[in-house]
């Protein structure tokens, strides 16, 4: 582009009353970014002005611009992303300065000084790390602030899938909060608002943030067992957020690891979506019965034929509603006089202490209700979870279920 005379006529009115550098001049006139500086030194030495030492616009942010970006490459060489957005923090009183200038000389078109910056800085980081400019969805997001000499760098959360396996009990599957302060953070917890205790999360989450460099993991789990409770087979499911990871990529081999307190990962790998907020799902629980009377054979047979594609009342404290929770199929095998093994096979969410001690009716028909006993599972090995089988949709349709097939279920 070419400075034309009436182009000079009005930067020369411009600078006449403010001093500004080769960049903010042309860019108050140039349609192209890649043109502003060229037009700005081609209209200053037609007029016969010298370049400031200090620009009224940019005060020196311009100038300064290839040591800003050096600054924000070398700390971008700690990600592995392949796309990224650049923006930048400007003091609101440049911004208003740059609006008034446009204003009084009735200047239209130009680009912005924020649009300068992270343009100049963004070809720099594709020329030199090789990586794409990509405003939709980018794998890390880089906000300069170049008048405190500062840039932040947040990558953009991924998700994984996974599933542990538990052969220890007494291990809760969520972090417990501090008992002194109740989780909003204290001496004795380092002001983490968690209690330094074992648990699947904190174990997991141990292994899952130097593995991917991340700040912090956030779990959505597939259910929920006692704590007492073993999780065996090929493991419960779960989805992890990894927020703010340096790391996007790692071998599907490290998902495979003994971790702490006998919890074991078992396979998984990085999502390409996020995943949806509520999965469906099926679980086999084996739980251990205690009845107050001796159970006879015909009492284990009556269970099993009852909860055979039953749909069930459960109560939620949470939602305080009653919700219908499927039982697929029970096979019952005694084991003492008042004692006896059910293998159950149920919907997820089922909650299997209620299933089989009613709580007084907070789940109807339990197996208590069945008997007309009062029965509750063993306080030290209440039940484990020997499958869980994430499915698309609970179908409540009847569909005969064998019991004989409960222990094939994978």
């Given at each position: 582009?070419?400075?034309?005379?009436?182009?000079?006529?009005?930067?020369?009115?411009?600078?006449?009353?403010?001093?500004?550098?080769?960049?903010?001049?042309?860019?108050?006139?140039?349609?192209?970014?890649?043109?502003?500086?060229?037009?700005?030194?081609?209209?200053?030495?037609?007029?016969?002005?010298?370049?400031?030492?200090?620009?009224?616009?940019?005060?020196?942010?311009?100038?300064?611009i290839d040591h800003t970006a050096?600054?924000?490459?070398?700390?971008?060489?700690?990600?592995?992303?392949?796309?990224?957005?650049?923006?930048?923090?400007i003091p609101h009183s440049i911004?208003?300065?740059?609006?008034?200038?446009?204003?009084?000389?009735?200047?239209?078109?130009?680009?912005?000084?924020?649009?300068?910056?992270?343009?100049?800085?963004?070809?720099?980081?594709?020329?030199?790390?090789?990586?794409?400019?990509?405003?939709?969805?980018?794998?890390?997001?880089?906000?300069?602030?170049?008048?405190?000499?500062?840039?932040?760098?947040?990558?953009?959360?991924?998700?994984?899938?996974?599933?542990?396996?538990?052969?220890?009990?007494?291990?809760?599957?969520?972090?417990?909060?501090?008992?002194?302060?109740?989780?909003?953070?204290?001496?004795?917890?380092?002001?983490?608002?968690?209690?330094?205790?074992?648990?699947?999360?904190?174990?997991?989450?141990?292994?899952?943030?130097?593995?991917?460099?991340?700040?912090?993991?956030?779990?959505?789990?597939?259910?929920?067992?006692?704590?007492?409770?073993?999780?065996?087979?090929?493991?419960?499911?779960?989805?992890?957020?990894?927020?703010?990871?340096?790391?996007?990529?790692?071998?599907?081999?490290?998902?495979?690891?003994?971790?702490?307190?006998?919890?074991?990962?078992?396979?998984?790998?990085?999502?390409?979506?996020?995943?949806?907020?509520?999965?469906?799902?099926?679980?086999?629980?084996?739980?251990?019965?205690?009845?107050?009377?001796?159970?006879?054979?015909?009492?284990?047979?009556?269970?099993?034929?009852?909860?055979?594609?039953?749909?069930?009342?459960?109560?939620?404290?949470?939602?305080?509603?009653?919700?219908?929770?499927?039982?697929?199929?029970?096979?019952?095998?005694?084991?003492?006089?008042?004692?006896?093994?059910?293998?159950?096979?149920?919907?997820?969410?089922?909650?299997?202490?209620?299933?089989?001690?009613?709580?007084?009716?907070?789940?109807?028909?339990?197996?208590?209700?069945?008997?007309?006993?009062?029965?509750?599972?063993?306080?030290?090995?209440?039940?484990?979870?020997?499958?869980?089988?994430?499915?698309?949709?609970?179908?409540?349709?009847?569909?005969?279920?064998?019991?004989?097939?409960?222990?094939?279920?994978?």
């Amino acid at each position: 582009m070419k400075a034309d005379s009436a182009v000079l006529q009005k930067a020369e009115a411009i600078l006449a009353k403010y001093p500004l550098c080769n960049s903010c001049l042309g860019r108050q006139f140039a349609p192209r970014k890649d043109e502003q500086i060229e037009l700005g030194e081609q209209i200053r030495k037609k007029i016969a002005v010298k370049e400031p030492e200090r620009c009224y616009l940019c005060e020196g942010i311009i100038k300064d611009i290839d040591h800003t970006a050096k600054n924000v490459i070398e700390v971008l060489r700690g990600y592995k992303f392949k796309t990224f957005l650049v923006g930048a923090s400007i003091p609101h009183s440049i911004i208003e300065n740059e609006d008034t200038l446009r204003a009084e000389f009735k200047l239209k078109g130009g680009s912005s000084l924020k649009a300068e910056i992270t343009s100049a800085i963004a070809k720099r980081i594709e020329n030199v790390l090789k990586k794409k400019f990509g405003a939709r969805n980018p794998d890390v997001v880089v906000v300069v602030n170049p008048i405190e000499k500062f840039q932040t760098v947040t990558p953009r959360s991924l998700f994984v899938t996974a599933r542990y396996t538990k052969v220890k009990r007494g291990i809760p599957q969520k972090k417990q909060r501090c008992n002194d302060c109740n989780g909003k953070g204290c001496p004795t917890c380092s002001w983490s608002g968690f209690a330094d205790t074992p648990s699947v999360e904190s174990a997991v989450a141990d292994y899952l943030v130097p593995m991917f460099g991340s700040r912090k993991v956030k779990f959505s789990w597939v259910g929920s067992e006692d704590d007492e409770s073993l999780v065996l087979g090929n493991g419960r499911p779960f989805y992890a957020e990894i927020i703010e990871p340096k790391k996007r990529k790692v071998a599907a081999a490290k998902f495979h690891t003994r971790l702490k307190h006998g919890i074991e990962l078992k396979g998984g790998k990085v999502l390409e979506e996020r995943p949806l907020p509520e999965v469906s799902f099926e679980l086999v629980a084996e739980a251990n019965i205690e009845a107050s009377k001796p159970v006879k054979k015909a009492d284990l047979r009556k269970i099993a034929t009852t909860f055979r594609n039953l749909d069930a009342s459960q109560y939620s404290p949470n939602k305080m509603k009653f919700l219908t929770k499927r039982v697929f199929a029970l096979k019952a095998e005694q084991v003492s006089s008042k004692k006896f093994k059910a293998t159950i096979r149920c919907e997820g969410g089922t909650n299997i202490k209620k299933l089989v001690q009613g709580n007084h009716l907070e789940f109807s028909p339990s197996i208590s209700e069945v008997l007309g006993d009062s029965c509750n599972v063993n306080a030290k090995k209440p039940f484990d979870i020997t499958s869980v089988k994430v499915v698309e949709k609970i179908v409540r349709k009847p569909q005969p279920i064998p019991a004989e097939t409960i222990p094939a279920e994978s």
